[in-house]
């Protein structure tokens, strides 16, 4: 009999399976004095709300009840990006995806809302007191996962004796090494495991070491293992790039390298553990990590609650429509075909040649919806006094161009040309791109229609320049003000800061600082179908203002980066064989970019060392450096010849953007990146796995960087490879477009009929 405590259906039941004894069975007796607790196998049941563990997703979703809420917690399940966006359909109707590695965020926040959240403690010693220094080194997991730690001891020595718990054939206890593939010179005790024996042998052993490997999977590895090995007290190694070694980072542990048996065995160390040891015993006990579960599950049935109250107390709000348009509200979640859609996109600054990515993102968004299949039409604005709307006649897309004259040039002319362009072309959906202030009134011109707000970095939250930075003395520092909720101080801002002239005309025109703007810019953003961002911190900065916000990237053509290269291809003259190659592709006198970090970090480097050089795609100042190549600027058909014949690309940026085009199309080339700790960079550059992150700004720590990739040209080539990977994975213009753009159009709110 029903009580009144909601129900919770989770599973499916996988007895035996350490995810499912873990997160299922395990958080369901924690949770059961709150819920009313029903696990499922084959179907969802009707519930208030289900959470799935790992296994049988796309199954499970598609036998659900529409109005069942359900958490996704993946786990490891995936074994590459590609397989994740397969399950897309599935994946954006979750309401929320609870993930235990933080390195999978990037690869789930654009289809639904990502929480990460810990393992509970499970496997560790009774008693926390320091290990015996004279112990073996202790090894646990599956037997699927040793490769990587077999390779690794064969090629090295250890100074004690190794223990290694894993699942062996039934009936078996133990097996000689040889049979794992270790070599005899090393001293190896092999038993299968059982959790009473790994509790046991963590009183025992004096340390541990794992080592991970570097397909997805592995990479994607959640650090239970490695939280409960240092919760024991026993000081743990690991190799540099694990996603385990990354996380203990951020929590303030420094996990010693596998490599670096000194510090792993020192009794700085063993002390370091032990205290670290206190503070995870007290954060992630089984009460504690049910505790934070049922606040994620508390959260989405209130959700859920409030949106279904709303549903049934207030009509559904259709939009205005033109005389001859009709439209009718309902889900087209299955309708996968894109024949005879419409996309109209409007752009505000555009160029051609490209004056700035957005110019670049527009042409590509229009080639790649074309060649989806979709019917696009893109119509911007000219205005020569403002030098836009210039469009040479070997541009790659067709524009509808609407020029005006001086005595035309104001918004509410320009809301009505723009708004009878976009009804003559009758779109299904409008997207509407680099527009800066202005965005506001071409949302309003085209509101008759479903339309997303396209940004590339933090358009209408800060109106002086798009990025939330003060001008200061000390050079520019972040703001914490938006026009959203603070026009008023914006505005003053404005007049006491001055910016570039065309920000201050295009402000003047949008309007910006009368509570008319004010008004139609929260209209505009509300009614949105969606505000397209580029990483999840301008996600959260945009999401209190808008009914719904998507983190989705920019694309690439994968056809500028062949891979792999070219072999009849010829190494530009300026690009010296006999040195490390360190490329800037950026400007070299915009405050912004940090090429002067960059130039100061070089300096002091080619103090200790002359083997390398700094290739700068720019023209040559009256004083250049001995190390320094100017090469002059290069075309966007230019620059991969030179990101390939370089060994690494460097992206100094001093202030926040949305996503930096140099970093990923150095990345599609195959090079690493040295990039700085700030804005979108981390989300495309994974520091220790494609590249190094840098503290912006920090001279000193250029150099440190920079010093550890130039002495391991390998490690270049690694990193570079992997770099190649992820744009496989997440950049490519066509995933792009299946991925998130196809999805969206699907999920609209608005379909029209005529």
Same mark, same amino acid.
């Given at each position: 009999?029903?009580?009144?405590?909601?129900?919770?259906?989770?599973?499916?039941?996988?007895?035996?399976?350490?995810?499912?004894?873990?997160?299922?069975?395990?958080?369901?007796?924690?949770?059961?004095?709150?819920?009313?607790?029903?696990?499922?196998?084959?179907?969802?049941?009707?519930?208030?709300?289900?959470?799935?563990?790992?296994?049988?997703?796309?199954?499970?979703?598609?036998?659900?009840?529409?109005?069942?809420?359900v958490i996704f917690c993946p786990v490891d399940c995936y074994g590459s990006a590609r397989d994740?966006?397969?399950?897309?359909?599935?994946?954006?109707?979750?309401?929320?995806?609870?993930?235990?590695?933080?390195?999978?965020?990037?690869?789930?926040?654009?289809?639904?809302?990502?929480?990460?959240?810990?393992?509970?403690?499970?496997?560790?010693?009774?008693?926390l007191t320091p290990k015996p220094a004279e112990g073996p080194i202790l090894w646990t997991g599956?037997?699927?996962?040793?490769?990587?730690?077999?390779?690794?001891?064969?090629?090295?020595?250890?100074?004690?004796?190794?223990?290694?718990?894993?699942?062996?054939?039934?009936?078996?206890?133990?097996?000689?090494?040889?049979?794992?593939?270790?070599?005899?010179?090393?001293?190896?005790?092999?038993?299968?495991?059982?959790?009473?024996?790994?509790?046991?042998?963590?009183?025992?052993?004096?340390?541990?070491?794992?080592?991970?490997?570097?397909?997805?999977?592995?990479?994607?590895?959640?650090?239970?293992?490695?939280?409960?090995?240092?919760?024991?007290?026993?000081?743990?190694?690991?190799?540099?790039?694990?996603?385990?070694?990354?996380?203990?980072?951020?929590?303030?542990?420094?996990?010693?390298?596998?490599?670096?048996?000194?510090?792993?065995?020192?009794?700085?160390?063993?002390?370091?553990?032990?205290?670290?040891?206190?503070? %995870?015993?007290? #954060?992630? !006990?089984?009460? =504690?990590?049910?505790?934070?579960? /049922?606040?994620?599950? &508390?959260?989405?049935?209130?959700?859920?609650?409030?949106?279904?109250?709303?549903?049934?107390?207030?009509?559904?709000?259709?939009?205005?429509?033109?005389?001859?348009?009709?439209?009718?509200?309902?889900?087209?979640?299955?309708?996968?075909?894109?024949?005879?859609?419409?996309?109209?996109?409007?752009?505000?600054?555009?160029?051609?040649?490209?004056?700035?990515?957005?110019?670049?993102?527009?042409?590509?968004?229009?080639?790649?919806?074309?060649?989806?299949?979709?019917?696009?039409?893109?119509?911007?604005?000219?205005?020569?006094?403002?030098?836009?709307?210039?469009?040479?006649?070997?541009?790659?897309?067709?524009?509808?161009? %609407?020029?005006? #004259?001086? !005595?035309?040039? =104001?918004?509410?002319?320009?809301? /009505?040309?723009?708004? &009878?362009?976009?009804?003559?072309?009758?779109?299904?959906?409008?997207?509407?791109?680099?527009?800066?202030?202005?965005?506001?009134?071409?949302?309003?011109?085209?509101?008759?229609?479903?339309?997303?707000?396209?940004?590339?970095?933090?358009?209408?939250?800060?109106?002086?320049?798009?990025?939330?930075?003060?001008?200061?003395?000390?050079?520019?520092?972040?703001?914490?003000?938006?026009?959203?909720?603070?026009?008023?101080?914006?505005?003053?801002?404005?007049?006491?800061?001055?910016?570039?002239?065309?920000?201050?005309?295009?402000?003047?025109?949008?309007?910006?600082?009368?509570?008319?703007?004010?008004?139609?810019?929260?209209?505009?953003?509300?009614?949105?179908?969606?505000?397209?961002?580029?990483?999840?911190?301008?996600?959260?900065?945009?999401?209190?203002?808008?009914?719904?916000?998507?983190?989705?990237?920019?694309?690439?053509?994968?056809?500028?980066?062949?891979?792999?290269?070219?072999?009849?291809?010829?190494?530009?003259?300026?690009?010296?064989?006999?040195?490390?190659?360190?490329?800037?592709?950026?400007?070299?006198?915009?405050?912004?970019?940090?090429?002067?970090?960059?130039?100061?970090?070089?300096?002091?480097?080619?103090?200790?060392?002359?083997?390398?050089?700094?290739?700068v795609t720019s023209d040559s100042p009256q004083q250049q450096q001995e190390f320094t190549k100017?090469?002059?600027?290069?075309?966007?058909?230019?620059?991969?010849?030179?990101?390939?014949?370089?060994?690494?690309?460097?992206?100094?940026?001093?202030?926040?953007?949305?996503?930096?085009?140099?970093?990923?199309?150095?990345?599609?080339?195959?090079?690493?990146?040295?990039?700085?700790?700030?804005?979108?960079?981390?989300?495309?550059?994974?520091?220790?796995?494609?590249?190094?992150?840098?503290?912006?700004?920090?001279?000193?720590?250029?150099?440190?960087?920079?010093?550890?990739?130039?002495?391991?040209?390998?490690?270049?080539?690694?990193?570079?490879?992997?770099?190649?990977?992820?744009?496989?994975?997440?950049?490519?213009?066509?995933?792009?477009?299946?991925?998130?753009?196809?999805?969206?159009?699907?999920?609209?709110?608005?379909?029209?009929?005529?």
């Amino acid at each position: 009999m029903r009580t009144s405590h909601p129900c919770i259906g989770i599973g499916p039941v996988y007895p035996g399976i350490g995810s499912w004894e873990w997160i299922g069975e395990e958080m369901a007796e924690e949770l059961s004095q709150f819920y009313d607790i029903e696990f499922f196998s084959d179907s969802i049941p009707a519930c208030d709300l289900a959470l799935i563990v790992k296994y049988d997703f796309s199954k499970l979703m598609s036998s659900r009840s529409p109005d069942i809420p359900v958490i996704f917690c993946p786990v490891d399940c995936y074994g590459s990006a590609r397989d994740i966006d397969r399950d897309g359909k599935w994946l954006f109707q979750c309401r929320q995806i609870l993930i235990h590695c933080e390195s999978l965020r990037k690869y789930f926040c654009a289809y639904a809302p990502v929480e990460y959240i810990d393992h509970h403690l499970r496997f560790i010693s009774k008693t926390l007191t320091p290990k015996p220094a004279e112990g073996p080194i202790l090894w646990t997991g599956l037997h699927s996962n040793l490769h990587p730690l077999i390779e690794w001891v064969n090629q090295h020595s250890l100074p004690q004796e190794l223990w290694i718990l894993t699942n062996l054939e039934p009936e078996i206890d133990s097996i000689p090494q040889e049979n794992l593939g270790f070599a005899s010179k090393h001293s190896i005790r092999i038993e299968h495991w059982t959790p009473p024996k790994h509790v046991a042998w963590a009183e025992l052993a004096s340390s541990a070491i794992d080592v991970k490997g570097t397909d997805f999977r592995a990479r994607h590895k959640p650090p239970a293992k490695a939280i409960d090995h240092l919760a024991s007290g026993l000081p743990l190694a690991m190799n540099r790039d694990s996603s385990s070694v990354k996380h203990l980072a951020r929590l303030g542990f420094e996990v010693a390298a596998v490599e670096d048996q000194d510090y792993w065995f020192s009794e700085e160390y063993r002390t370091k553990t032990i205290e670290f040891a206190s503070d %995870l015993r007290e #954060t992630l !006990s089984r009460e =504690n990590i049910g505790k934070r579960l /049922k606040t994620i599950i &508390d959260t989405t049935l209130n959700t859920t609650e409030s949106q279904r109250e709303k549903r049934q107390s207030t009509p559904r709000e259709t939009k205005a429509a033109s005389p001859q348009r009709n439209y009718s509200f309902h889900s087209n979640l299955e309708t996968n075909s894109v024949e005879n859609t419409k996309i109209g996109i409007v752009s505000f600054l555009y160029n051609w040649p490209s004056t700035g990515g957005g110019n670049i993102h527009t042409t590509e968004l229009v080639q790649f919806l074309g060649r989806a299949g979709y019917d696009v039409q893109h119509i911007c604005v000219r205005y020569d006094p403002w030098q836009i709307g210039q469009i040479e006649s070997d541009a790659p897309i067709p524009s509808q161009v %609407l020029n005006f #004259t001086p !005595s035309e040039w =104001n918004a509410n002319h320009i809301r /009505k040309r723009v708004k &009878d362009a976009v009804y003559d072309f009758d779109p299904d959906f409008v997207i509407i791109t680099d527009s800066w202030n202005f965005k506001p009134h071409l949302a309003e011109a085209v509101s008759d229609y479903p339309y997303f707000l396209r940004m590339q970095a933090q358009e209408c939250l800060c109106p002086l320049n798009n990025l939330q930075m003060l001008p200061g003395p000390e050079g520019l520092t972040p703001c914490p003000q938006n026009q959203f909720f603070n026009s008023e101080d914006c505005f003053h801002c404005l007049i006491k800061n001055r910016s570039g002239e065309l920000h201050q005309l295009e402000r003047q025109l949008s309007g910006v600082g009368s509570s008319e703007y004010h008004d139609l810019l929260q209209q505009s953003f509300h009614k949105a179908e969606a505000v397209l961002v580029l990483n999840p911190m301008i996600a959260k900065q945009y999401k209190p203002f808008c009914n719904h916000v998507e983190v989705v990237t920019w694309g690439m053509d994968e056809s500028r980066f062949p891979w792999p290269f070219p072999s009849d291809e010829q190494c530009p003259p300026e690009i010296s064989k006999d040195k490390i190659s360190v490329i800037f592709a950026g400007l070299v006198h915009e405050p912004i970019k940090g090429f002067p970090v960059l130039l100061a970090a070089c300096e002091q480097l080619w103090e200790t060392r002359q083997d390398f050089e700094l290739i700068v795609t720019s023209d040559s100042p009256q004083q250049q450096q001995e190390f320094t190549k100017y090469v002059g600027w290069k075309s966007q058909l230019e620059l991969p010849l030179w990101y390939r014949h370089c060994d690494l690309c460097a992206v100094p940026t001093i202030v926040p953007d949305g996503l930096s085009r140099t970093s990923v199309e150095a990345m599609a080339c195959g090079l690493p990146v040295i990039a700085s700790h700030i804005g979108g960079l981390p989300c495309s550059v994974s520091d220790q796995e494609t590249g190094l992150l840098c503290n912006p700004g920090d001279v000193a720590d250029w150099v440190s960087k920079l010093n550890q990739l130039l002495d391991r040209p390998e490690r270049m080539k690694t990193l570079g490879e992997a770099g190649r990977a992820v744009f496989e994975e997440r950049f490519r213009w066509g995933d792009v477009i299946e991925r998130d753009y196809k999805r969206l159009f699907n999920q609209s709110r608005c379909v029209v009929s005529n």
